[in-house]
């Protein structure tokens, strides 16, 4: 009964249009209310405990880190590096998009920032050149959920705090298979360019390439003193995100000399806005967290797998199916503040490595950021684009199949995870 309670009393509040966060404050009232225990001061309690974390603090950072990149003209020469590299390519600026949208995804880790940035350089471009915008939105849509998986990601930040797993670890677990991702996007889109014929740019000289990869250089130089300091232990993913906000000013204002001192109010203005939504999001999921607890749901849950237990990749392809459908009607963080305090204890008693389940998780749950009904990097793009919402998702398909294959041999062969992890943690 707990568990129907919990259910409907959340579809409820989300089809009044409550937000979120609310819904999920309003989802553990009506819990408290069942179970004889309605005070308020324990959700006063846990709201301030959900948001008193240090790991919590790299939300934040990595945040304003995105928006002083972006305005910083890091974003645009990373397209100007990918461009001259593979722009003659047949479909070339396919290719670009998928590499910049690699690239922005190990700066900020956020998909609708990367998104919106490489969007907003590319379509332009890509409009010129004679490209099917809504097959190129949906493209770019697709390389946009890369951001949740490659580090640094907000994502792995919030479910390892919720989850109780290593930052650091699920940081280093998602760098292969966000690179998978982008590889499946690659074949696809060389299929497409081929069967369709689509337009090459001019072959930029070698000396313009160099050039263009010498002024893209320090850009290019931050995954690799994010993940180097990660895997060194020179700092933690906190610390790392601190080192990023400082990394992007530098670069903005002595580097490229893009950043202006007036810019900095509405940068930090954006960055708080954004964080803020987030951070509450979190305090409100711990009181729902903390009955989920106290209610038992979690046993619920695992008496209900129960069957499938005995077998790691039947449960864990059951488990994704969940996530997938829950994904497809909620957006990014709920599903994780929702899901994860239930789906852990299971995941755990069942003896599967919790960085595994959370690279898979994270990886699907971006997936569901390119799935209607909410699809928020779809929107995102299609509002960049000015494209309709319709052809934008028929295009998105053929990439839709391709990253849901990725995750496919991720449950099929944990190894593409649990390898990579061991290499670069060792």
């Not at 880790?109 to 099917?132: E, H, Q």
């Not at 190894?415 to 060792?426: D, E, K, N, S, W």
Request: aromatic residues 8%; charged residues 10%.
């Amino acid at each position: 009964m707990i568990v129907a309670i919990f259910v409907v009393s959340l579809l409820a509040a989300m089809a009044l249009g409550v937000p979120i966060a609310f819904a999920l404050l309003t989802c553990s009232m009506a819990m408290m209310a069942y179970m004889g225990i309605f005070d308020a001061q324990i959700m006063a309690q846990n709201l301030l405990s959900g948001a008193d974390s240090f790991p919590l603090m790299a939300i934040p950072f990595f945040v304003l880190a995105g928006e002083l990149m972006n305005a910083g003209g890091i974003s645009r020469r990373i397209v100007n590096v990918a461009g001259a590299w593979v722009g003659h390519f047949k479909g070339g600026l396919g290719y670009v998009a998928i590499f910049a949208c690699v690239i922005m995804a190990s700066l900020s880790g956020s998909a609708i920032a990367d998104t919106a940035a490489v969007a907003a350089l590319l379509i332009p471009m890509m409009r010129k050149a004679g490209y099917n915008i809504p097959r190129a939105s949906g493209l770019i849509a697709s390389g946009g959920i890369i951001a949740p998986i490659i580090p640094p990601s907000i994502g792995f930040v919030m479910l390892g705090v919720v989850g109780n797993i290593s930052i650091t670890k699920l940081f280093m677990a998602g760098i292969v298979p966000g690179l998978l991702m982008a590889l499946a996007l690659v074949a696809t889109w060389a299929y497409q360019a081929r069967r369709d014929h689509m337009p090459r740019g001019d072959k930029t000289p070698m000396r313009a390439r160099l050039s263009a990869t010498v002024a893209g250089f320090w850009a290019l130089m931050l995954p690799l003193l994010i993940v180097g300091g990660l895997k060194a232990g020179y700092f933690t993913p906190t610390e790392a995100a601190v080192v990023a906000v400082f990394y992007a000013l530098f670069i903005g204002f002595v580097v490229y000399r893009e950043l202006r001192v007036s810019m900095l109010y509405g940068l930090l203005l954006a960055a708080a806005k954004t964080s803020a939504v987030v951070m509450f999001l979190v305090a409100a999921a711990q009181v729902s967290a903390w009955l989920i607890a106290a209610a038992n749901i979690p046993m619920v849950v695992a008496d209900m797998l129960q069957p499938l237990a005995s077998n790691p990749v039947l449960l864990m392809a059951a488990i994704m199916v969940i996530v997938f459908v829950v994904g497809t009607a909620l957006d990014f963080a709920p599903t994780i503040l929702i899901l994860v305090p239930v789906l852990m204890p299971v995941v755990r008693m069942a003896g599967i490595d919790p960085v595994y389940f959370g690279v898979l998780f994270i990886m699907n749950n971006a997936i569901g950021l390119i799935t209607p009904p909410v699809g928020t990097v779809l929107n995102v793009v299609c509002g960049v684009a000015k494209e309709r919402m319709e052809p934008v998702i028929r295009a998105v398909l053929p990439y839709l199949a391709a990253q849901m294959t990725v995750l496919l041999l991720l449950i099929l062969f944990p190894q593409l995870v649990l390898a990579p992890l061991a290499f670069f943690t060792r």
